[in-house]
């Protein structure tokens, strides 16, 4: 399919009246490279349908634990993208949106975006609004941590946001740090002595989720704080099984070093 779509979207070359004769070849041409296009499509459709047919060499049970991760990553019902994010620390800026914008966003949403000036000037405006929950239980550190944005965690923990808290659906701000590979932020809550093993309702502890999302360093680092490696997600996936079946090399070298250290220290 992605074969026959740049086809259409190649421009056709303007008449050329001093070559006229060498059309028809570029016809054929063209006709040949738009039939293996297609061609390649179609086999790339036949492959796909075979793996969703019962192919045994994916997870047939991790896509659970993707498909259940909290509908943050997903970015439901919130206009931010992860692409975006880090902007502000990155550029040494603490404001990024035109200032007719900041003016109608929630503290969640400029949490997540690391709006720091905007952000303190709304937490001046009442009592407990640092911990104040979304509709769905996030608060402005859990939007912050979920969104990679360092600095707006540090002063959210600074200012006194509870690293503890739990939405709704049991989502952390160490779970969602984990699930993006923020390693900075992990260690971060990690040192405000927040749950390593926190559990979500899929089961998924932060440990799982960064095993799932591939973040070697992130994986070390909760390791090394005591992680559990036992825990099982709902889908009954541990994080080794986890790293076998997505075949994430680098972690399940990881995970071997460590489960070798351990026998070496008993």
Not at 57 to 64: F, H, T
Request: proline residues 6%.
């Amino acid at each position: 399919m992605e074969g026959e779509e740049a086809a259409t979207r190649l421009p056709e070359p303007p008449p050329n009246t001093e070559h006229t004769q060498e059309q028809p070849k570029e016809d054929e041409d063209g006709a040949k490279a738009a039939a293996a296009a297609a061609a390649a499509a179609a086999g790339r459709e036949e492959l796909a349908g075979t793996r969703d047919a019962g192919d045994s060499s994916g997870p047939p049970r991790c896509q659970q634990l993707d498909q259940d991760v909290p509908r943050l990553a997903r970015g439901d019902s919130f206009p931010l993208k992860h692409s975006n994010t880090l902007t502000n620390r990155q550029r040494g800026n603490e404001v990024s949106a035109l200032p007719a914008t900041l003016d109608t966003l929630s503290i969640h949403q400029l949490a997540a975006q690391g709006e720091l000036s905007q952000l303190k000037e709304h937490l001046r405006k009442g009592e407990n609004l640092v911990n104040k929950p979304d509709e769905r239980g996030f608060t402005p550190l859990i939007w912050a941590a979920a969104f990679g944005e360092i600095e707006t965690v540090r002063h959210l923990l600074d200012w006194g946001a509870d690293p503890h808290a739990l939405a709704k659906e049991r989502e952390s701000a160490l779970s969602l740090a984990s699930m993006g590979g923020y390693t900075d932020i992990v260690t971060m809550l990690l040192e405000r002595n927040v749950d390593i093993n926190i559990y979500d309702w899929n089961g998924g502890t932060p440990l799982l989720y960064a095993v799932r999302g591939n973040h070697v360093k992130c994986v070390e680092a909760l390791l090394a704080r005591g992680a559990d490696l036992t825990t099982e997600a709902d889908s009954g996936y541990t994080p080794m099984d986890l790293a076998v079946a997505l075949g994430h090399k680098k972690v399940q070298q990881v995970i071997e070093n460590h489960i070798l250290k351990l026998f070496q220290s008993k």
